[in-house]
């Protein structure tokens, strides 16, 4: 069927402030001033989501009585669906509603189950608690299906790219961004956890919740500065029609029987264009779905699921670039889940004493990862960066796929890290006598775990910002919510393929002598699963440098950047490679 060609009023509040002309922009809406309201609910949002979850297997230990092992997987679990959910938001943000109505809805429902949550520990009768309160998280879940992937886009659309000083102020949005979410993270980690080990878990929870209302009511409250975008309609239905066309051409090649290639994209004014992308050596096969034919030739309109743009088609190249990505930082992020789960059993282990009469939150040493990251952002950005910009005389110091390398590396070093504290703890457990003591503390200082927590920051800095990045800059323009999404998406896979890695572990190990993940840690094996963490994450590594290697960049036609700003194509400087 003809794709039909009809008419689309142009709203300026909803288009993308890059594809206006001078006289169309609204030079009084986006902008820091919008972005700002952004962030700061973000800010709240990560207060709520840290809050809860870096003490969540504390409750679900000592509170629902579950076993260790179980409540790491339940915590993995949930962690993992909220982060993979948010595939399903940024689909119905950029195909129905829109990222700013999709915001406003999550940021609601989100609301109500943290409400629920407090609720559920305390006015709910205690032989109801456990359903309620897993029905809460689920909710909570939901609310992040349409937050995370929105936001952050949202925010970074607030800059017009043809604005020189707007531009500027995006090619440093993402460290800012995360520094500012690390703040609201690390606050909750400190006092939120604090409440809910010394106060009550009724009052933890309910600051989360107060906190969500103020972040949705400065949402609202900068509603006239935002600078909105229509749904365009679904994305994946131009991407289905470069292999529908490519499959129905697959006999055809440039040299017999193509009449040419389809350079123009019939997407209709009001819709948001894309930059035109130069053709890509990468996946040729797709490149079929572009040839004209003979039928195209006569035909007086495209039928676009046997003729696609060139734009088109790059735009699916883009997309299958970073899958192999995306499937090869999923270790990386099922590292770091040990941070809410095992990292705070030890902790609870050890001597937590803060002078005589104060005991530190296990938990609250998830403080100390925000707390490098707040110190680790700023000196990657001025003294990091500089420095490598001398070396590789690349603009941004290191690509992005070397920043996300980096990460990598940094993660196996933390796991060996974690493993030999580890053993120093139950050597000193078995030293004084404390073996088949669970709950006695151990003469060992919570703090020998500093090392792990700060390379943990460090690793989020290399890593998680340089996904963000990635998956902003390399995807398709009206499907940079669904990029967010995928990037979101790594952690909660990674937090699934961490469960499956116990599980397993638990079956070898049980199978062989005893659990090494046992209620008792110090019976327990742990320092041996961060062995088998490291060692996985060391091939992991492999492959990813492997992957990264025959990595392209996105290429735009009429500039000489491989994206957006990212990676100059400079003489001698063409090749980019991890």
Same mark, same amino acid.
């Given at each position: 069927?003809?794709?039909?060609?009809?008419?689309?009023?142009?709203?300026?509040?909803?288009?993308?402030?890059?594809?206006?002309?001078?006289?169309?922009?609204?030079?009084?809406?986006?902008?820091?001033?919008?972005?700002?309201?952004?962030?700061?609910?973000?800010?709240?949002?990560?207060?709520?989501?840290?809050?809860?979850?870096?003490?969540?297997?504390?409750?679900?230990?000592?509170?629902? /009585?579950?076993?260790?092992?179980?409540?790491?997987?339940?915590?993995?679990?949930?962690?993992?669906?909220?982060?993979?959910?948010?595939?399903?938001?940024?689909?119905?943000?950029?195909?129905?509603?829109?990222?700013?109505?999709?915001?406003?809805?999550?940021?609601?429902?989100?609301?109500?189950?943290?409400?629920?949550?407090?609720?559920?520990?305390?006015?709910?009768?205690?032989?109801?608690?456990?359903?309620?309160?897993?029905?809460?998280?689920?909710?909570?879940?939901?609310?992040?299906?349409?937050?995370?992937?929105?936001?952050?886009?949202?925010?970074?659309? *607030?800059?017009?790219?043809?604005?020189?000083?707007?531009?500027?102020?995006?090619?440093?949005?993402?460290?800012?961004?995360?520094?500012?979410?690390?703040?609201?993270?690390?606050?909750?980690?400190?006092?939120?956890?604090?409440?809910?080990?010394?106060?009550?878990?009724?009052?933890?929870?309910?600051?989360?919740?107060?906190?969500?209302?103020?972040?949705?009511?400065?949402?609202?409250?900068?509603?006239?500065?935002?600078?909105?975008?229509?749904?365009?309609?679904?994305?994946?239905?131009?991407?289905?029609?470069?292999?529908?066309?490519?499959?129905?051409?697959?006999?055809?090649?440039?040299?017999?029987?193509?009449? +040419?290639?389809?350079?123009?994209?019939?997407?209709?004014?009001?819709?948001?264009?894309?930059?035109?992308?130069?053709?890509?050596?990468?996946?040729?096969?797709?490149?079929?779905?572009?040839?004209?034919?003979?039928?195209?030739?006569?035909?007086?309109?495209?039928?676009?699921?046997?003729?696609?743009?060139?734009? *088109?088609?790059?735009?699916?190249?883009?997309?299958?670039?970073?899958?192999?990505?995306?499937?090869?930082?999923?270790?990386?992020?099922?590292?770091?889940? *040990?941070?809410?789960?095992?990292?705070?059993?030890?902790?609870?282990?050890?001597?937590?004493?803060?002078?005589?009469?104060?005991?530190?939150?296990?938990?609250?040493?998830?403080?100390?990862? /925000?707390?490098?990251?707040?110190?680790?952002?700023?000196?990657?950005?001025?003294?990091?960066?500089?420095?490598?910009?001398?070396?590789?005389?690349?603009?941004?110091?290191?690509?992005?796929?070397?920043?996300?390398?980096? +990460?990598?590396?940094?993660?196996?070093?933390?796991?060996?890290?974690?493993?030999? $504290?580890?053993?120093?703890?139950?050597?000193?457990?078995?030293?004084?006598?404390?073996?088949?003591?669970?709950?006695?503390?151990?003469?060992?200082?919570?703090?020998?775990?500093?090392?792990?927590?700060?390379?943990?920051?460090?690793?989020?800095?290399?890593?998680?910002?340089?996904?963000?990045?990635?998956?902003?800059?390399?995807?398709?323009?009206?499907?940079?919510?669904?990029?967010?999404?995928?990037?979101?998406?790594? $952690?909660?896979?990674?937090?699934?393929?961490?469960?499956?890695?116990?599980?397993?572990? *638990?079956?070898?190990?049980?199978?062989?002598?005893?659990?090494?993940?046992?209620?008792?840690?110090?019976?327990?094996?742990?320092?041996?699963?961060?062995?088998?963490?490291?060692?996985?994450?060391?091939?992991?590594?492999?492959?990813?440098?492997?992957?990264?290697?025959?990595?392209?960049?996105?290429?735009?036609? +009429?500039?000489?950047?491989?994206?957006?700003?990212?990676?100059?194509?400079?003489?001698?400087?063409?090749?980019?490679?991890?």
């Amino acid at each position: 069927m003809d794709a039909p060609v009809t008419p689309v009023a142009i709203d300026n509040d909803h288009q993308n402030p890059s594809k206006l002309l001078p006289s169309q922009k609204n030079t009084s809406k986006g902008g820091w001033n919008a972005a700002i309201f952004v962030i700061f609910v973000e800010m709240a949002e990560r207060f709520a989501f840290y809050g809860l979850a870096g003490n969540l297997i504390t409750y679900l230990t000592n509170n629902l /009585g579950q076993p260790v092992a179980a409540a790491a997987k339940n915590v993995n679990t949930w962690v993992g669906v909220s982060a993979i959910f948010p595939l399903l938001g940024a689909f119905v943000a950029d195909s129905y509603l829109g990222r700013f109505k999709t915001i406003l809805a999550s940021s609601s429902i989100y609301f109500l189950g943290m409400v629920l949550l407090s609720l559920s520990v305390s006015v709910i009768p205690t032989h109801s608690r456990k359903p309620v309160f897993f029905t809460a998280l689920y909710i909570l879940a939901i609310g992040e299906g349409g937050h995370k992937p929105c936001v952050q886009t949202f925010a970074a659309d *607030q800059f017009d790219e043809t604005n020189p000083e707007e531009k500027a102020a995006k090619s440093s949005f993402f460290n800012w961004w995360y520094l500012g979410i690390v703040t609201g993270a690390s606050v909750a980690i400190v006092v939120v956890i604090y409440l809910q080990d010394n106060v009550s878990w009724a009052a933890g929870f309910g600051v989360l919740a107060g906190s969500l209302a103020v972040a949705l009511a400065l949402f609202l409250i900068g509603m006239k500065k935002y600078r909105k975008q229509r749904p365009t309609g679904s994305p994946f239905t131009r991407v289905a029609q470069v292999f529908v066309a490519a499959a129905r051409k697959w006999r055809l090649t440039e040299s017999h029987g193509s009449r +040419g290639i389809c350079c123009e994209d019939d997407r209709v004014r009001g819709q948001t264009m894309g930059p035109k992308l130069v053709r890509s050596n990468q996946f040729r096969f797709l490149d079929k779905a572009m040839m004209i034919d003979n039928d195209d030739a006569m035909r007086k309109s495209r039928n676009p699921w046997k003729l696609c743009s060139l734009n *088109q088609v790059e735009e699916v190249k883009l997309l299958l670039r970073l899958i192999p990505i995306w499937v090869s930082c999923l270790m990386f992020c099922a590292v770091i889940t *040990q941070l809410h789960t095992f990292f705070t059993k030890q902790g609870s282990t050890m001597s937590r004493s803060l002078g005589p009469n104060f005991q530190v939150p296990p938990a609250a040493l998830q403080s100390l990862v /925000g707390l490098t990251i707040l110190i680790a952002v700023p000196v990657y950005d001025c003294v990091f960066v500089p420095i490598a910009r001398k070396l590789t005389k690349n603009p941004t110091g290191i690509t992005m796929l070397q920043r996300i390398g980096i +990460g990598l590396f940094v993660s196996i070093l933390n796991m060996v890290v974690a493993g030999i $504290v580890e053993t120093a703890r139950v050597n000193t457990a078995r030293k004084h006598g404390l073996i088949d003591t669970p709950k006695a503390v151990i003469p060992m200082s919570i703090w020998w775990l500093l090392p792990q927590y700060v390379l943990t920051g460090i690793g989020d800095v290399f890593t998680i910002i340089g996904l963000q990045e990635l998956f902003y800059d390399q995807m398709p323009e009206e499907m940079r919510s669904i990029g967010a999404a995928a990037y979101i998406s790594i $952690v909660g896979i990674g937090s699934f393929v961490n469960t499956g890695i116990i599980s397993v572990v *638990q079956m070898i190990s049980s199978k062989h002598g005893k659990e090494w993940l046992g209620d008792n840690l110090n019976r327990s094996n742990l320092n041996y699963f961060y062995w088998v963490l490291a060692g996985l994450s060391a091939i992991n590594l492999c492959v990813y440098m492997w992957i990264s290697s025959a990595f392209e960049y996105k290429k735009v036609e +009429g500039y000489d950047e491989i994206s957006e700003g990212k990676e100059l194509e400079m003489e001698g400087y063409s090749d980019v490679r991890v």
